[in-house]
């Protein structure tokens, strides 16, 4: 039972680079979340779905973009990297809204140099 | 801004001693969770409180919600070298359309 998948694991970019970091979930879960995780701040939510075709911001959305054609897959784009940016990324699902248990994967380590 | 502090930062103690961990904020939640992350993993689920006065209890670990629902707490009883992770409390807040709130987490070590 796989889950929810992150590909890839780790990658390292220059500024400027595009990338899209990869979401699959297989619990057939309507919500859907990117968070970043940084040392001593805890996860910050970046982006969230409520379902297929859906899309809203978090807390800290700037500079990313997210789209949700699947109900299975979730997508964050980094459009052009920053040096901020350098972070471990969390997508997650839950059943349901906030209160339900959110189930992650094993994160994205992404370094912008 | 809604904050959600939780101490100590950092505990490393020796294999079969107690210790609590502390969640505290300003706010009312709605719910509050409690989950687990080991390295290079996600984090896992380990409990959700509802009620104020709440206690829920998984083998050693005891959590509790306070009776304002301002604040949570999770005591460990005997810890294991097994428990050593990084521990964070998540809570729902209403005004902020149920969006859960982060602590930064609890690095716990427990030394064989």
């Known amino acids: 039972n796989a889950g929810v998948t992150q590909t890839p694991k780790f990658r390292v970019l220059k500024t400027g680079q595009s990338m899209t970091l990869l979401c699959a979930q297989d619990?057939?879960?309507?919500?859907m979340y990117w968070y970043r995780q940084d040392p001593g701040m805890g996860l910050r939510l970046i982006h969230y779905s409520v379902g297929e075709g859906t899309t809203a911001k978090g807390e800290v959305p700037d500079g990313y973009n997210v789209s949700r054609l699947k109900k299975q897959n979730f997508l964050l784009g980094l459009e052009s990297a920053a040096p901020s940016q350098t972070s471990v990324y969390f997508c997650a699902s839950s059943q349901g809204k906030w209160r339900q248990p959110q189930h992650f994967g094993d994160g994205t380590r992404l370094s912008i140099l | 801004t809604q904050l959600l502090e939780q101490s100590p930062q950092f505990l490393s103690i020796q294999e079969g001693e107690n210790l609590t961990v502390y969640c505290n904020s300003s706010?009312?939640?709605?719910?509050l969770q409690w989950y687990r992350q080991e390295p290079g993993e996600g984090p896992v689920l380990l409990v959700t409180v509802v009620t104020g006065g709440e206690v829920k209890k998984l083998k050693r670990l005891t959590f509790q919600f306070g009776d304002a629902r301002k604040d949570s707490s999770l005591h460990i009883t005997a810890a294991q070298p097994g428990d050593t992770g990084l521990y964070l409390c998540?809570?729902?807040?209403?005004?902020?359309?149920?969006?859960?709130?982060w602590g930064a987490g609890t690095k716990l070590i427990i030394k064989p």
């Open positions: 998540a809570g729902a807040v209403k005004d902020s359309n149920y969006q859960l709130i």
């Open positions: 706010s009312v939640f709605s719910s």
């Open positions: 619990m057939n879960h309507e919500y």
